[in-house]
Every structure is written in structure tokens, then in C-alpha cells.
């Protein structure tokens, strides 16, 4: 009898077991979804780069662990001033501002700054956003933009594609001590998607700029 | 001193290789830090000031070369998953004939060359309890890799109990290293108390884990410096024979409190048999309550039981007790990691 009823206990525990490992397995390997890959940030607390003392020397590009880095430069387009500092080169004056798309040379090696038109017209304004696929987070354009532009460029720290792991390994490179585990908000724009036309009126909260 | 036998004498030498090491790189911190590169060498961009001279644009244009990438290769997942499939299998037929720990050491030896130092002892299946913890709740955010290995072990522990902790984790090949033959018994009252500790460990990570705060079992873990150098010290040696430069700090993994809390975990391990195993390890949890259930499990045959007593004095986890009202002894599925000593020791061939 008392060996039935642990036999039977046991067998219970098999079937629970077997079940536990076969959930797992299929929610973990049926719940993967390339397009879904980094929908939100892993929790509340996040690397994040603090953009006041964040000189972008690049070494973020190719500190991270991941390849290619979970920093990515943004463009504020508010202060963004529409010039083509972080596009093309702006010493090179015998190419038209219209002809810079075909003939001039990119300052971004992997061709990630995009320049749309905005206005219309020949001589219309541009405007500059970085396609975060391409960008490995070299810190060029957002460099030219700081010197020769209004500073609307910066380098982010991906929530959503950071790892989040013990200790960051930009934070144990980076000479300016400027990456820092800090508390984030939902509210926080992670993505850092400094969109002209969805920009709050009184200005929305920049990541790193915490008041 | 006496050596009973040359296992002993390797074990020891063992034992003194590992403190020199990790004395030697607890002073390594003391040296002055290596020159920073501080202007990489890469790019200079041109001032406000150059952007009129052509020569200066012209050089700008030579210097500006585009970063090279070599992402990992999705070879390495596979050998991964190949790797850590071999192990599990030849440690299952190793334990399924009681081959005796001192011919199969091989098995942890390898664990330890490819786990350990080719692969940086990260991501072992210890540490991928805080990533299939956030995995359950976002599963896009784990790969296969890491899904495969924290889910083999517990299949193969399912099957024939904890193989995994004794040939394919590479902690616990570390742990080895220091031998298990001298380790000293602990009162059942104070080991029955640490044994307990694992439970809080786990429930800490995976709590910390959904909060998203930090991996807890990673942060524990003792032993990573001693992976992350030796794959350092690879790395490096790769480089060199390539041509490459390699900057000197790598030599400097981990700092001197990382070394230090592993020089203790060192000097703890020579007189306790894989303190981190029993006390501290969440994984272990898992496994051994999969080892609980398995389909084979580790037992003693009681016809064939002269209750001589020499397996619980050669068990180094613990794991066989006698009872006191039957005097029976009897092997706890939970803590067992199937080393096959107690089979190697028992002369009536009562273990099954």
C-alpha cells in the first residue's frame, strides 16, 4: 500500500515534470517572433548615457557586447537646424545642396543618416533621421553635428536593445563616466524617436536629461 | 603528508596552480593601469578652421575608414547545443555503467576547455535561469541557444538525474579541480540549513529577473573571473599569432574584489566539496527536483547492503543517509549529482 501510494506520487511528479519542461520549451520556442524582437525595454532599470557629459568619442560602437552596439544616434528634429553637417560633407562646396543625395560623399559609413525633403522646391530644407537597423552607433554624425551643427544629434542607449547585463561594458570603457544604471519612466521615449510632427507642444523628456 | 593515491597528488597540484593564479592576479591589480588610449586612432575631424584647406578635407577623406564587425556566428549556437548534447549523452552512458569518477574526469576536463575558456563560461545553464525567467514572460527576448541549454540539462535529469552537474557544467568542473576526496563532512544540522539557501538564491534571481534589476545567480558566481580571464589569455593568444594588437588590460579581468571573493571560493573549495554546487546554485534546485522524479534514479539495493557504511563516508554531497529507525541506508535523488563514487567504492555491488 505504501509503496503504491509513492509510486503513484511519483508518477504524478513525472507528469508534472514532463509538463513543466514541454511548457517551457514551447513558450519559449514558439513565442519567438523576429518582427516582435525588442518591443519594450527588459524592465525598469536601464544603462542609459548621460548626454551632458557624453563627449561621443565612439567607443560605444564597439564596447557593447552586442554587435552591432544598442546605442544608436538620434536627431532632435526641434533643434535640428537642417543643415548637412551629419549627412553630407559640408566642406565640399562644388556639390549642390540638391545634388548631395547622388554625388556627395556620406559622413556615415553605413549610409544610416536619411535625408527627406520636407518642404518641396529645389532649395527646400531637409530634414535628417537615422535608420536605427543601420546605425552601429560610430558617433560620426552626431560628432559633426556638435561641431559644426546646433547639438540636435546625440548618442542613445537602447532599452529596449540593451542586454541589461551586471556590469555594462560601454560604462567600463567609456572615459567619461557618462553611461550610468539609472531608474527610467514609461513615459520616457526610449526609442528616441524625435519625430518634427509628434513632438509634445511643451517639449517631451530626453533620455538622459532627467529633471 | 601521505597520498593515497596519484588522484590525490593531481588534486593537489591542482589546488596550488589555482592559488598561484589567483594570488598572481590579485597583484596584478596593484600595477599601474594601462596607458588609455584616450584620441583613438581612427578619425580626426576637421575644425572650423581646416575646413578652408583643401589638405586637411583630403586627409580627413584618407583617415575615414569604416569599423570592421565579426558578429558571432551562428556556428557557435550550433556548437553550443552539440557540444553540451555530447556531454549529456556520454555522461549518461558513464553513469549508466558506474564508470568510476577517476576515468571519466575527461568528460568535466572538456566541459571545462570548451564551456570555461573557449566560450567565456557565459552563458552557462546556471546563469540562464534568470534569462529563461525573463524568457517566460517575453519569450522573444531569448534565443534558442539559451533556451536549449537551460532546458537539456533538466531533460537529461528527467532521465538519469543531475548528469549534467557532473559533466557539463563547467562550474562544477572548476569546483572538481580542487578534488572531493579530503573534503571534510558537514553536521547534518548546518548542511541540512545551507541546503536551503539555493531556494532563497532562486527565488531572489528570478524575482530580480522579472523586475529586470540584475541576472542575482551571475553576480554570485565566483568563478567568472576565472572564465572570463582564461578566454582573455585566449583571445589574446588568438590575436598575437594573427598579427593583432591586443591592449594589455586584458590581462586585468575582473577586479581585486573579484578576485579576491574567488581566491575564497578557492580556499573554501579545498576543504568543502563544490560549496557553490550545494549552497548557492538555483539550477541545482531545478535539476534536483527533476532528479526527484526521473526515471532512473540512483538507489541501494537493500538484499545486497552489508550497511558497511564506506558510501556515506565516500559520498561528497551528502547525499547518502542512514536511517535511524531502519538502519537502512538510502540515496537522496535530490542532491545525488551521480559521480558513480559511492558504485566504485561499494564492494557488494549494491548500487544500482
Given at each position: 500500500m505504501n509503496s503504491d501510494r509513492r509510486r503513484f506520487i511519483r508518477f504524478g511528479g513525472q507528469l508534472v515534470g514532463a509538463a513543466a519542461l514541454g511548457g517551457t520549451a514551447w513558450r519559449v520556442f514558439t513565442g519567438s517572433d523576429p518582427e516582435a524582437v525588442f518591443s519594450q525595454p527588459r524592465g525598469p532599470y536601464v544603462w542609459r548615457i548621460n548626454t551632458d557629459k557624453c563627449t561621443i568619442c565612439g567607443l560605444c560602437e564597439t564596447a557593447c557586447v552586442r554587435k552591432p552596439s544598442a546605442v544608436k544616434a538620434v536627431n532632435d528634429q526641434k533643434k535640428c537646424s537642417y543643415c548637412v553637417a551629419c549627412y553630407g560633407h559640408l566642406a565640399d562646396l562644388h556639390v549642390l545642396s540638391a545634388m548631395i543625395q547622388s554625388k556627395g560623399v556620406r559622413v556615415c559609413p553605413y549610409d544610416a543618416v536619411i535625408r527627406r525633403e520636407h518642404s518641396g522646391g529645389e532649395d527646400g530644407y531637409h530634414l535628417y533621421t537615422i535608420d536605427e537597423a543601420k546605425c552601429t552607433a560610430c558617433g560620426k554624425c552626431a560628432k559633426r553635428c556638435n561641431q559644426l551643427g546646433t547639438k540636435s544629434m546625440f548618442l542613445i542607449l537602447r532599452p529596449d536593445l540593451c542586454l541589461g547585463c551586471n556590469r555594462c561594458a560601454i560604462a567600463a570603457v567609456c572615459p567619461e563616466n557618462a553611461v550610468e544604471w539609472a531608474h527610467s519612466y514609461p513615459?520616457?521615449?526610449?526609442?528616441?524617436?524625435?519625430?518634427l510632427e509628434n513632438q509634445p507642444v511643451d517639449g517631451g523628456r530626453q533620455p538622459g536629461m532627467e529633471s | 603528508m601521505k597520498f593515497k593515491s596519484e588522484v590525490d597528488l593531481t588534486h593537489l597540484a591542482g589546488r596550488m596552480v589555482m592559488v598561484v593564479v589567483c594570488l598572481w592576479a590579485c597583484s596584478l591589480q596593484w600595477l599601474p593601469a594601462a596607458e588609455t588610449a584616450a584620441a583613438p586612432p581612427c578619425f580626426r575631424i576637421p575644425s572650423q578652421e581646416d575646413i578652408g584647406s583643401s589638405e586637411a578635407i583630403a586627409s580627413y577623406r584618407e583617415q575615414w575608414r569604416p569599423q570592421q564587425y565579426f558578429p558571432e556566428s551562428d556556428h557557435w549556437i550550433a556548437a553550443d547545443i552539440a557540444m553540451l548534447t555530447v556531454i549529456l549523452l556520454a555522461g549518461g552512458v558513464m553513469v549508466w555503467r558506474h564508470v568510476s569518477f577517476s576515468r571519466f574526469w575527461p568528460l568535466p576536463a572538456t566541459t571545462l576547455l570548451y564551456f570555461g575558456v573557449i566560450r567565456g563560461g557565459c552563458i552557462c545553464p546556471v546563469g540562464s535561469v534568470a534569462n529563461m525567467t525573463i524568457g517566460l514572460r517575453h519569450p522573444e527576448m531569448i534565443g534558442v541557444s539559451t533556451g536549449v541549454m537551460f532546458l537539456l540539462p533538466l531533460v537529461a535529469a528527467f532521465v538519469m538525474g543531475r548528469i549534467f552537474c557532473v559533466a557539463g557544467c563547467p562550474l562544477g568542473a572548476f569546483q572538481d579541480l580542487l578534488g572531493g576526496g579530503r573534503a571534510r563532512r558537514i553536521p547534518a544540522l548546518p548542511h541540512t540549513l545551507l541546503s536551503g539557501l539555493p531556494w532563497i538564491v532562486l527565488v531572489v534571481t528570478t524575482w530580480l529577473a522579472l523586475r529586470g534589476a540584475c541576472y542575482f545567480v551571475c553576480l554570485l558566481d565566483p568563478y567568472k573571473t576565472a572564465f572570463f580571464w582564461g578566454y582573455g589569455w585566449l583571445q589574446r593568444l588568438i590575436h598575437m599569432t594573427h598579427g593583432g594588437l591586443v591592449e594589455p588590460g586584458i590581462l586585468r579581468v575582473g577586479d581585486l574584489t573579484a578576485w579576491a571573493i574567488l581566491l575564497a571560493a578557492v580556499a573554501l573549495g579545498i576543504r568543502v566539496y563544490r560549496p557553490f554546487c550545494r549552497f548557492v546554485c538555483p539550477y541545482g534546485v531545478l535539476l534536483g527536483m527533476f532528479s526527484m522524479i526521473a526515471i532512473k534514479r540512483r538507489h541501494i539495493e537493500q538484499s545486497q547492503c552489508?550497511?558497511?557504511?564506506r558510501c556515506e563516508k565516500q559520498c561528497p554531497v551528502q547525499a547518502i543517509m542512514r536511517d535511524a529507525q531502519t538502519n537502512e541506508y538510502g540515496i537522496s535523488s535530490y542532491r545525488c549529482i551521480q559521480c558513480n563514487r559511492c558504485s566504485s567504492i561499494c564492494r557488494k555491488d549494491g548500487i544500482g
Amino acid at each position: 500500500m505504501n509503496s503504491d501510494r509513492r509510486r503513484f506520487i511519483r508518477f504524478g511528479g513525472q507528469l508534472v515534470g514532463a509538463a513543466a519542461l514541454g511548457g517551457t520549451a514551447w513558450r519559449v520556442f514558439t513565442g519567438s517572433d523576429p518582427e516582435a524582437v525588442f518591443s519594450q525595454p527588459r524592465g525598469p532599470y536601464v544603462w542609459r548615457i548621460n548626454t551632458d557629459k557624453c563627449t561621443i568619442c565612439g567607443l560605444c560602437e564597439t564596447a557593447c557586447v552586442r554587435k552591432p552596439s544598442a546605442v544608436k544616434a538620434v536627431n532632435d528634429q526641434k533643434k535640428c537646424s537642417y543643415c548637412v553637417a551629419c549627412y553630407g560633407h559640408l566642406a565640399d562646396l562644388h556639390v549642390l545642396s540638391a545634388m548631395i543625395q547622388s554625388k556627395g560623399v556620406r559622413v556615415c559609413p553605413y549610409d544610416a543618416v536619411i535625408r527627406r525633403e520636407h518642404s518641396g522646391g529645389e532649395d527646400g530644407y531637409h530634414l535628417y533621421t537615422i535608420d536605427e537597423a543601420k546605425c552601429t552607433a560610430c558617433g560620426k554624425c552626431a560628432k559633426r553635428c556638435n561641431q559644426l551643427g546646433t547639438k540636435s544629434m546625440f548618442l542613445i542607449l537602447r532599452p529596449d536593445l540593451c542586454l541589461g547585463c551586471n556590469r555594462c561594458a560601454i560604462a567600463a570603457v567609456c572615459p567619461e563616466n557618462a553611461v550610468e544604471w539609472a531608474h527610467s519612466y514609461p513615459e520616457d521615449d526610449f526609442r528616441g524617436i524625435y519625430e518634427l510632427e509628434n513632438q509634445p507642444v511643451d517639449g517631451g523628456r530626453q533620455p538622459g536629461m532627467e529633471s | 603528508m601521505k597520498f593515497k593515491s596519484e588522484v590525490d597528488l593531481t588534486h593537489l597540484a591542482g589546488r596550488m596552480v589555482m592559488v598561484v593564479v589567483c594570488l598572481w592576479a590579485c597583484s596584478l591589480q596593484w600595477l599601474p593601469a594601462a596607458e588609455t588610449a584616450a584620441a583613438p586612432p581612427c578619425f580626426r575631424i576637421p575644425s572650423q578652421e581646416d575646413i578652408g584647406s583643401s589638405e586637411a578635407i583630403a586627409s580627413y577623406r584618407e583617415q575615414w575608414r569604416p569599423q570592421q564587425y565579426f558578429p558571432e556566428s551562428d556556428h557557435w549556437i550550433a556548437a553550443d547545443i552539440a557540444m553540451l548534447t555530447v556531454i549529456l549523452l556520454a555522461g549518461g552512458v558513464m553513469v549508466w555503467r558506474h564508470v568510476s569518477f577517476s576515468r571519466f574526469w575527461p568528460l568535466p576536463a572538456t566541459t571545462l576547455l570548451y564551456f570555461g575558456v573557449i566560450r567565456g563560461g557565459c552563458i552557462c545553464p546556471v546563469g540562464s535561469v534568470a534569462n529563461m525567467t525573463i524568457g517566460l514572460r517575453h519569450p522573444e527576448m531569448i534565443g534558442v541557444s539559451t533556451g536549449v541549454m537551460f532546458l537539456l540539462p533538466l531533460v537529461a535529469a528527467f532521465v538519469m538525474g543531475r548528469i549534467f552537474c557532473v559533466a557539463g557544467c563547467p562550474l562544477g568542473a572548476f569546483q572538481d579541480l580542487l578534488g572531493g576526496g579530503r573534503a571534510r563532512r558537514i553536521p547534518a544540522l548546518p548542511h541540512t540549513l545551507l541546503s536551503g539557501l539555493p531556494w532563497i538564491v532562486l527565488v531572489v534571481t528570478t524575482w530580480l529577473a522579472l523586475r529586470g534589476a540584475c541576472y542575482f545567480v551571475c553576480l554570485l558566481d565566483p568563478y567568472k573571473t576565472a572564465f572570463f580571464w582564461g578566454y582573455g589569455w585566449l583571445q589574446r593568444l588568438i590575436h598575437m599569432t594573427h598579427g593583432g594588437l591586443v591592449e594589455p588590460g586584458i590581462l586585468r579581468v575582473g577586479d581585486l574584489t573579484a578576485w579576491a571573493i574567488l581566491l575564497a571560493a578557492v580556499a573554501l573549495g579545498i576543504r568543502v566539496y563544490r560549496p557553490f554546487c550545494r549552497f548557492v546554485c538555483p539550477y541545482g534546485v531545478l535539476l534536483g527536483m527533476f532528479s526527484m522524479i526521473a526515471i532512473k534514479r540512483r538507489h541501494i539495493e537493500q538484499s545486497q547492503c552489508v550497511k558497511c557504511g564506506r558510501c556515506e563516508k565516500q559520498c561528497p554531497v551528502q547525499a547518502i543517509m542512514r536511517d535511524a529507525q531502519t538502519n537502512e541506508y538510502g540515496i537522496s535523488s535530490y542532491r545525488c549529482i551521480q559521480c558513480n563514487r559511492c558504485s566504485s567504492i561499494c564492494r557488494k555491488d549494491g548500487i544500482g
